[in-house]
């Protein structure tokens, strides 16, 4: 596609519940990256894919969090059992390779009520 | 680990005023270093990519220099506008792409009418 597309653009859910956030990278793009940012708080990392080498967690906060990318494209981050401290903007980029340009899509918020 | 650090936190400056964003980081091993803006709950705008061999870069009223040794980029505006009003934030690439991205907590900026 032309841009990250990232789905759905808000969501809200109750604590407890598990959620599926999707992201939809540039056609071709190697490299994707999950952040979450918090109100008022800079871009926090959770997970990097880069083509087929084995994904970089370190970021993820909790084992509630886990991501996968199938076909080396579309992304999912899943969490579970939300808690409302999950509460943010998940933010998705993709680059055409490591070190390269980055595109983000418009994030999905997540509202745990 | 690289550190990232944007000053200042926040600004407000006239309309037509030309102004100095500054971003300094902890490794200077970079590949290249990206600029973006953020408008409120939207997603990140790439502004510009400096690369490390470069030592500025320019779109239109920006400009973005790079002093890769001294682990420092500033982001010059020059004639600002209300529109320029946003978030601005800086993420210097590893060298060693495999490497996630850490972003700075970004400047503020607020232009008067």
């Known amino acids: 596609g032309a841009g990250v597309s990232q789905s759905p653009s808000n969501k809200v859910t109750e604590k407890g519940k598990d959620v599926e956030l999707r992201c939809d990278p540039i056609s071709g793009h190697t490299a994707l990256y999950w952040y979450r940012q918090s109100l008022g708080q800079g871009l926090e990392f959770l997970i990097y894919?880069?083509?087929?080498?084995?994904?970089?967690k370190s970021g993820l906060p909790s084992d509630r969090f886990s991501a996968e990318r199938t076909g080396g494209s579309v992304s999912t981050l899943t969490i579970q059992r939300t808690q409302q401290e999950d509460s943010a903007v998940y933010l998705c980029a993709s680059s055409l390779s490591g070190g390269y340009g980055y595109t983000f899509g418009s994030g999905t918020r997540l509202t745990v009520v | 680990k690289q550190e990232v650090t944007q000053i200042p936190a926040a600004l407000s400056v006239p309309e037509g005023e030309n102004l100095v964003l500054n971003c300094s980081f902890t490794d200077s091993a970079i590949y290249n270093l990206q600029w973006f803006r953020q408008d409120p709950g939207k997603g990140l705008t790439s502004l510009l990519l400096i690369q490390s061999s470069q030592r500025e870069q320019t779109s239109g009223r920006l400009n973005a220099s790079l002093d890769k040794s001294s682990g420092r980029s500033t982001l010059y505006i020059a004639a600002s506008q209300p529109g320029d009003s946003a978030t601005y934030l800086c993420a210097p690439v590893p060298l060693n792409r495999d490497d996630k991205i850490i972003f700075g907590k970004g400047t503020r900026l607020h232009i008067l009418p």
């Open positions: 894919f880069q083509g087929n080498s084995a994904p970089d």
